[in-house]
């Protein structure tokens, strides 16, 4: 009898475990809805509304950050577009400029652009001070600036690796590589990372100051919750916008400042043939990851401006996402699967 008991033990701390596993993400689920039918009011319209909204998006000449601008731009918001390439930005602006035409002069005191990047100190001083001259300051500071890695850690360090006839050992070789592999771990922690917080850093007086509720949306990624192979320093420098933002959050929010995160899955954009690792001679056709399902990006725009409007804490695009963050820490083994296979590895 006595060695029926720890069997016993052993199988309820199974059972319990499942269970677990099972009510924790159908309590997630209800979570979310409940949270999301909260927000159907979107009391910061009522304080600020849409024509009024001063804001300001870095990194916008294409993908998400292109149709956040055309959005505003539909709402006749004021507008200050920051990207590096000039040309693009006066495209854009002359694109946005449609929906000002009731608007004195057409709309053009109400939407400005800065060309620069946005790893540098002086040009983002210039946006504050565009900012603060053409509105007296800002609403809402979108952050959507961003790059991708797309080879295993492996093959960016330039190593070999083979497998040796017994099949239980390994053999390693070193393959010259054009490029330092830090390089491109410093260029991708610069942008995602240095960038966003250099950009906080001068806007945030003139969100404290100047809004009656400010508001900053960082475009973020699922890589900034969970790992994927072949994405290790972008998830790198994702997880550090996470860790800096959601401290942020809870310093700021007594000056009634919102930091909202969102973090879309793969979206349809040419960001994977910019990659900080992909070489000149690779093809982007033999990058690892899923080309079905992609997100467009105004379906991510839209729902980035909604958590703007509601004041979401962190938005997961699409929403079924949530799943994602129960399975890391009911059975991550899975998630690691499940990774493994989108990304064809």
């Not at 997630?28 to 159907?40: D, E, G, M, P, Q």
């Not at 304080?47 to 009024?52: G, L, V």
């Not at 300001?56 to 993908?63: E, L, P």
């Not at 919750?225 to 550090?240: C, D, F, M, N, V």
């Amino acid at each position: 009898m006595h060695g029926a008991q720890p069997q016993s033990l052993l199988f309820f701390a199974i059972m319990s475990a499942n269970l677990v596993s099972i009510i924790l993400p159908v309590l997630s689920i209800v979570a979310y809805l409940a949270y999301k039918r909260s927000f159907t009011s979107y009391p910061r319209l009522k304080i600020i509304t849409p024509f009024q909204e001063r804001a300001v998006i870095i990194g916008c000449t294409t993908g998400i950050g292109r149709e956040l601008a055309l959005l505003y731009a539909q709402r006749r918001a004021r507008l200050i577009l920051f990207a590096r390439r000039e040309a693009l930005l006066n495209d854009l602006k002359q694109e946005c400029l449609q929906y000002y035409a009731s608007e004195p002069e057409g709309g053009k005191n109400l939407i400005y652009v800065v060309a620069g990047d946005a790893i540098n100190d002086s040009d983002v001083q210039r946006c504050t001070q565009t900012a603060s001259s053409a509105f007296g300051g800002i609403d809402t500071l979108i952050l959507c600036a961003g790059v991708i890695s797309v080879l295993p850690f492996v093959d960016l360090c330039g190593l070999s690796v083979t497998k040796n006839p017994t099949g239980i050992s390994f053999s390693v070789t070193s393959v010259q590589t054009p490029d330092d592999p830090m390089t491109a771990v410093r260029r991708i922690t610069e942008v995602n990372y240095h960038a966003p917080v250099l950009a906080t850093r001068h806007f945030l007086p003139f969100l404290i100051s100047a809004s009656r509720a400010p508001n900053i949306i960082v475009v973020s990624s699922m890589a900034g919750k969970t790992g994927a192979p072949t994405r290790g320093i972008y998830a790198g420098s994702k997880h550090a916008v996470h860790g800096f933002f959601d401290s942020l959050r809870v310093e700021v929010e007594q000056y009634n400042v919102h930091v909202g995160i969102v973090c879309p899955g793969t979206v349809d954009t040419g960001l994977r043939a910019s990659a900080v690792d992909l070489r000149p001679q690779e093809a982007e056709a033999a990058v690892h990851g899923s080309t079905k399902g992609k997100l467009s990006p105004r379906a991510c725009a839209e729902r980035i401006l909604r958590a703007s409007d509601a004041r979401e804490r962190e938005v997961y695009v699409p929403g079924w996402y949530y799943w994602m963050l129960w399975m890391k820490v009911a059975s991550p083994e899975l998630l690691d699967g499940f990774a493994r296979k989108k990304y064809g590895y």
